[in-house]
T-cell receptor, first 114, second 115 residues
Framework: DGGITQSPKYLFRKEGQNVTLSCEQN?????MYWYRQDPGQGLRLIYY???????QKGDIAEGYSVSREKKESFPLTVTSAQKNPTAFYLC?????????????FGPGTRLTVL | AQSVAQPEDQVNVAEGNPLTVKCTYS??????LFWYVQYPNRGLQFLLKYITGDNLVKGSYGFEAEFNKSQTSFHLKKPSALVSDSALYFCAVRDGYYGNNRLAFGKGNQVVVIP
């Protein structure tokens, strides 16, 4: 997990609220990713960014938004439009956009809707 | 399209016995294959990857994996399992054309090592 931090570790949200999950990296990596993990479903890609001020939707982007204003930071906002947001959220980075690069993961944020 | 199948939900093995976690993949071009391990409420830790070259890849913590192109498989192995190897294991694949840095993950295998 070293070099990638996610905060908070646990987050509780009331229905109808937007919440923002933080992902910061000091690895000088270009590409950053957000995944959602649900039991028995593996990891599903929400959004990814290959460069500052640019990002693309992944497979399950509805109800989420992101920004990439700085190379080090890629925050994820879970909006009230996301119908089932309770999950474990993982941020990852790769050094470049090369296909051979390894993705490295942060420690995760567990979001629970009350 | 790129995809991964991990056919077994859970693998039980006695401590000291060999451990195998199965993975098959589907890609259009050359496969780049990865294995990760996850402990409860933690992020994924990288174990090893296959890009090209020797079909037997050695990684962290005594794990290795064998790439088999004809069977489109990349099974993870460890000769002698430890109780501390009990965790969730993910196989992932990326289709090897430039600019594609999206990974496709399998659903994961829960490994339980019995003392």
């Amino acid at each position: 997990d070293g070099g990638i931090t996610q905060s908070p570790k646990y987050l509780f949200r009331k229905e109808g609220q937007n919440v923002t999950l933080s992902c910061e990296q000091n690895l000088n990596h270009d590409a950053m990713y957000w995944y959602r993990q649900d039991p028995g479903q593996g990891l599903r890609l929400i959004y990814y960014s290959q460069i500052v001020n640019d990002f693309q939707k992944g497979d399950i982007a509805e109800g989420y938004s992101v920004s990439r204003e700085k190379k080090e930071s890629f925050p994820l906002t879970v909006t009230s439009a996301q119908k089932n947001p309770t999950a474990f959220y993982l941020c990852a980075t790769t050094g470049t956009e090369r296909s051979t690069d390894t993705q490295y993961f942060g420690p995760g944020t567990r979001l629970t809707v009350l | 399209a790129q995809s991964v199948a991990q056919p077994e939900d859970q693998v039980n093995v006695a401590e000291g016995n060999p451990l195998t976690v199965k993975c098959t993949y589907s890609v259009s071009g050359n496969p780049y294959l990865f294995w990760y391990v996850q402990y409860p409420n933690r992020g994924l830790q990288f174990l090893l990857k296959y890009i090209t070259g020797d079909n037997l890849v050695k990684g962290s913590y005594g794990f290795e994996a064998e790439f088999n192109k004809s069977q489109t498989s990349f099974h993870l192995k460890k000769p002698s399992a430890l109780v501390s190897d009990s965790a969730l294991y993910f196989c992932a694949v990326r289709d090897g054309y430039y600019g594609n840095n999206r990974l496709a993950f399998g659903k994961g295998n829960q490994v339980v090592v019995i003392p």
